[in-house]
């Protein structure tokens, strides 16, 4: 697909987001910061009704303007409960658009998802209980580099998925939109419905491209109507279904059904034939047409895939699981298990902090009732404010920041002869200790010419298992590369404010140089410079040498990372995680 | 609030249904935790629960829901109208309330009401989601992510079947007996142990993988979307069936014996799986005599003890992080050892 083409699908979506925001849920719009990302935003205000609220998402947004609760300042100055719309609240019939979504804080994003799922706020907060409709639709800007994603929960529920990255500005052409034409066809809209053929076709072909989730399909049968809302079509025909195929289905292709067997999307359907007794009335009705329609969703994903993903969704006709869900796992790194350091009532014991404007906050409705008591009781000290015990807040701050323990793990040859099964032994029970400590872990294997991050930051000790248990050995010992990847992947897990720490296990006989040349004296300098920007990074590191004799190699790499070095014959498992802890204290 | 989508138009998911449908029958089984796939219907499911079930008798007027056939747990207002004179009672729909995970700890005990406590200098207690939920369910969507002290507080109530309250010289107690439904995705974090162990059934629920099942999915919601009154009445007769099931099945479940021979298997197979504590056995008795009374059955049979063990053993394995032969493999594993 060439940019021209990208750059007007990208348009199309906006118009068809403009036509039904909440029944497409929204759009993903992957982009870094520039001038085409910001024509593209021009293009859909200009498409949405000047009269619709278009609501921004600060990142760090408090719970409490996100989600409503008691505005303070006028209840106090009414003498009665005033209720402070939240964020989520206000972009009722509107838009709501969140910037930096790849930063967003899974919280907030599990706040939106509930929103927009119910497609009403329900809050319970601050003495109030509040039901306020919340109908929006989601602009997502994800700015993310290349392992940094939106949270995978928002994602699937926005319609469309768009990537301006490789659409240079010349071809991004302005675009007059016509806003009467849009709202005359969201005037439309509700006349238009899918029939069960396009349903059924979209459906098979989503789980031809291997797409899981349900909500893909369903959110494509909404783009269908409203394409055929703007084509002002009388019913949603072939053309607006192939439409939603291709900006709907094809972001989300993983895999893609092989040619030499064109039938693939059809065998799932013969496959029980109980079923399809069940409901004889479908499928006789018109079979052909109905493999036509799937034909045409296909060919409309195909045109839209760029030929080299194309080519690597043919290659492996179906990517294994533990390599989806690997995604999966990627799109949740900003995770930070949702629990936000917050405010609690509490007692003051124990060094606990009290946060004062909290706390002031907590007792100021209740001052004209305990003056009342006070002056009831006939107490004669009149301190300005009446704070009681109920009123402490406390500062609650995250236990501990978040640690990813990057395992760096040499497959190459002359470990795999070795050590290798050892070193998955150690590796194994190591995470069990990153489970207890409720640590995440990520999985780095260099072998051959290169390495490869087997496994994004998880706490899924299951997918992380795994994943080791794959690991093939053989092939160069290719450690600069290794340490490289670590060092990249340290460096993004920190600037999610998270703490990483590496432990490399290798035997430190480095032959293959980061160019991917062979030949022992480059490799083995490569791989010292690259232990040297471990260090200059003063990331935690930790060394195990696997080789049978540990010598003098692997204790130089350490000391140019800055690790702790331990060998392997006397680090058993306990030893090892114990070492490891030492050095993450 | 919108019409809920209709239970028995769910497609598939049939352990989550049954489990949710069990803990309709005999809450002591003690909630249910489903963990699984984006958009595969859990909350829908736990949503469709409140307009399935039957209508529940209450004291007219209390804001705890106390049960007019159980005076020895009344509140201390339904106490004072017992005094007074006789009670009323009404007929109301089981409440299933959202614990939305912005909420707030005055919300979820019960605080001082603001509003008269502002306008009129009263101090009043106004219940919170604890009150509203007793004697019906409690659910938490996305469970994993709910604040840690919310946690806790839920953790102490559910065990005591009380909430006590102390605050700005008020003491309030009030029972909270509710089911605990809690809905995940366990890719966005793990349960904390001690809440995962305070539900009784656990299941897994995954998005339908065939064709078939796929596009009724998406048939059902569609047909929904457009036009939900003429598909909740497509749905009713379904609906009261099931309702109707639940109903008799209360009724039954007194009488259903429990066979020495079924104890037995039923604590082998803990046994076998090791797990800790008699939670287990218990929850596993108890939801096997839920199913046999919703099939009409007079005794627990190895049957209904191969259906439920699933959903009520599986999260009460001793955790082996390491064995990701999964926790549904070892239980499926001991039901063919114990049960043949």
């Not at chain 1, 619709?52 to 009414?78: E, F, M, S, V, W």
């Not at chain 1, 949740?332 to 404007?357: M, T």
Request: proline letters at 6%.
């Amino acid at each position: 697909m060439t940019a021209a083409l990208a750059w007007s699908d990208a348009v199309t979506a906006a118009q068809l987001f403009a036509i039904d925001p909440v029944g497409t849920g929204g759009v993903l719009v992957r982009s870094r910061a520039g001038p085409v990302r910001d024509r593209w935003v021009t293009i859909l205000r200009a498409a949405l009704p000047i009269s619709q609220p278009l609501k921004h998402l600060p990142l760090h947004i408090a719970d409490g303007r996100l989600l409503g609760g008691l505005d303070l300042n006028a209840t106090l100055l009414a003498g009665r409960p005033v209720a402070e719309r939240g964020l989520l609240a206000e972009a009722d019939g509107g838009v709501l658009m969140v910037a930096m979504a790849e930063r967003l804080p899974s919280a907030a994003a599990v706040h939106i998802t509930a929103a927009m799922d119910a497609r009403e706020m329900i809050v319970e907060r601050d003495g109030l209980s509040l039901r306020m409709p919340a109908r929006f639709g989601v602009i997502a800007l994800d700015e993310g580099l290349d392992d940094e994603f939106a949270p995978g929960s928002l994602g699937d529920r926005l319609g469309f998925h768009v990537d301006l990255n490789d659409i240079p500005i010349r071809e991004a052409g302005e675009f007059a939109m016509d806003r009467a034409a849009i709202s005359a066809a969201r005037e439309r809209l509700s006349t238009l419905r899918t029939n069960e053929k396009q349903a059924e076709a979209m459906c098979t072909a989503a789980a031809a491209l291997g797409i899981v989730s349900l909500r893909a399909p369903m959110l494509a049968l909404r783009v269908a109507c409203a394409s055929a809302a703007l084509s002002a079509h009388d019913e949603v025909d072939q053309d607006d279904i192939a439409l939603a195929a291709r900006l709907v289905l094809a972001p989300r292709a993983l895999v893609f059904p092989q040619e030499q067997e064109p039938e693939h999307p059809e065998q799932p359907q013969e496959q029980p034939p109980s079923e399809s007794a069940d409901n004889d009335k479908a499928d006789t009705d018109n079979p052909d047409l109905d493999r036509a329609l799937d034909e045409v969703i296909l060919a409309a994903v195909q045109a839209a895939l760029p030929p080299d993903v194309l080519a690597a969704l043919r290659g492996s006709s179906m990517r294994s699981r533990g390599r989806s869900q690997g995604k999966a796992g990627a799109l949740q790194k900003s995770n930070k298990r949702g629990r936000p350091a917050g405010v609690s009532r509490g007692e003051l014991r124990g060094g606990a902090k009290l946060n004062v404007i909290e706390t002031l906050r907590a007792a100021a409705p209740w001052q004209p009732l305990r003056r009342r008591e006070a002056a009831a009781s006939g107490e004669t000290s009149r301190p300005r404010i009446l704070i009681r015990k109920d009123d402490f807040r406390i500062s609650r701050f995250k236990q501990r920041t978040e640690t990813t323990t990057i395992f760096v793990v040499d497959a190459s040859g002359s470990a795999a002869l070795h050590r290798l099964a050892e070193a998955k032994g150690a590796v194994e029970l190591l995470l069990a200790d990153c489970y207890i400590r409720r640590d995440q872990v990520a999985l780095i294997a260099f072998r051959g010419s290169a390495a490869e991050l087997l496994l994004p930051p998880t706490r899924s000790l299951a997918r992380a298992k795994r994943s080791l248990a794959g690991l093939p050995g053989g092939g160069g010992t290719p450690l600069a590369a290794g340490l490289d990847a670590a060092f990249a992947l340290s460096d993004s897990i920190r600037r999610k404010g998270q703490t990483p720490t590496v432990i490399v296990l290798t035997d430190g006989r480095a032959n293959i140089a980061r160019d991917g040349s062979q030949g022992r004296p480059r490799a083995e300098e490569d791989a010292i410079n690259a232990a040297r920007q471990l260090r200059m990074a003063d990331i935690t590191t930790v060394l195990v040498d696997t080789s049978p004799r540990p010598g003098a190699s692997g204790g130089a790499l350490a000391k140019e990372m800055g690790a702790r070095y331990l060998t392997m014959p006397h680090a058993d498992a306990t030893t090892l995680s114990k070492a490891v802890l030492a050095s993450m204290a | 609030m919108a019409t809920a989508f209709p239970f028995s138009a769910i497609v598939g998911q049939d352990e989550m249904k049954l489990a949710l449908i069990i803990a309709a029958v005999d809450p002591k089984v003690g909630g249910v935790l489903a963990f699984g796939d984006r958009g595969s219907g859990k909350s829908t499911a736990v949503r469709a629960l409140a307009t399935l079930l039957p209508k529940m008798k209450v004291v007219a007027g209390c804001r705890y829901n106390c049960d007019p056939e159980r005076p020895a747990e009344f509140c201390d207002e339904c106490r004072v109208r017992v005094a007074k004179g006789a009670l009323k009672f009404a007929q109301v729909p089981v409440p299933v309330v959202d614990l939305p995970l912005g909420a707030t700890e005055d919300r979820v005990v019960g605080a001082l009401d603001l509003e008269r406590a502002l306008a009129r200098g009263e101090k009043a207690f106004e219940p919170g989601l604890l009150a509203r939920a007793h004697r019906g369910f409690l659910y938490i969507d996305e469970a994993n992510l709910l604040e840690d002290h919310l946690v806790d507080l839920l953790l102490d109530v559910a065990a005591s079947g009380e909430n006590v309250v102390e605050r700005e010289g008020l003491s309030i107690r009030h029972p909270a007996r509710f089911v605990l439904v809690g809905t995940g995705n366990p890719e966005e974090g793990e349960l904390r142990p001690q809440l995962l162990d305070r539900f009784g059934m656990s299941v897994e629920v995954k998005t339908p993988n065939d064709l078939p099942s796929r596009i009724e999915v998406v048939r059902r919601r569609d047909e929904f979307d457009s036009d939900t009154a003429a598909f909740t009445a497509t749905w009713a007769k379904e609906e009261t069936k099931l309702r109707k099931g639940i109903t008799s099945a209360r009724e039954r479940l007194p009488s259903v014996a429990v066979p020495d021979a079924s104890l037995e298997r039923a604590a082998r197979l803990c046994m076998a799986l090791g797990t800790d504590g008699l939670r287990g056995e218990l929850t596993l008795m108890r939801a096997a005599r839920a199913l046999a009374a919703l099939e009409g059955k007079k005794a627990v049979g190895d049957e209904h003890l191969r259906r439920v063990a699933p959903s009520a053993l599986r999260h009460r394995l001793r955790r082996n992080p390491l064995d990701d032969a999964g926790s549904s493999v070892r239980v499926d594993r001991a039901i063919a050892e114990v049960l043949g």
